[in-house]
């Protein structure tokens, strides 16, 4: 975990709002301001900008690969992420934030081969193990 939290990486964000009242919006906020490279994933905002960046509508519509495809979906809108991220050509780290925890999710990843982490906050976990 790390890996991925103490070295700045590159995170698809699904479920990227661009409002600021949202914890998603201030996690991004955050983890670009460690240095991390965001990547927004929300077809509600598709076209959109977010902090900077260009939102698409679905993780394998990226360009470019991501380290960590953290969600900030609850379970009930998770439905798409299993085939979306069988269709990229490599396995990032699945990340569930906390309360988009999907055991059934994980479980199922899991044995695809996927690292995934479960219910932790990417910035909570860079504020509390990397120095």
């Not at 990226?62 to 299993?82: G, N, P, R, T, Y």
């Not at 979306?84 to 044995?111: C, I, M, R």
């Amino acid at each position: 975990m790390k890996k991925y939290v103490c070295t700045p990486s590159r995170v698809a964000v699904i479920g990227a709002s661009p409002k600021a009242d949202r914890p998603v919006f201030r996690v991004m906020n955050y983890l670009a301001g460690a240095g991390f490279v965001l990547f927004p994933v929300n077809p509600g905002y598709e076209g959109e900008e977010i902090l900077g960046r260009g939102c698409v509508a679905r993780l394998s519509s990226l360009e470019e690969k991501v380290d960590v495809a953290a969600l900030f979906l609850s379970a009930k809108m998770q439905d798409a992420i299993a085939e979306d991220l069988k269709k990229l050509s490599y396995k990032p780290v699945v990340w569930f934030q906390p309360g988009a925890e999907n055991d059934s999710l994980a479980g199922v990843l899991e044995t695809e081969g996927y690292t995934v982490v479960r219910s932790d906050c990417m910035m909570a976990a860079h504020m509390n193990e990397c120095p």
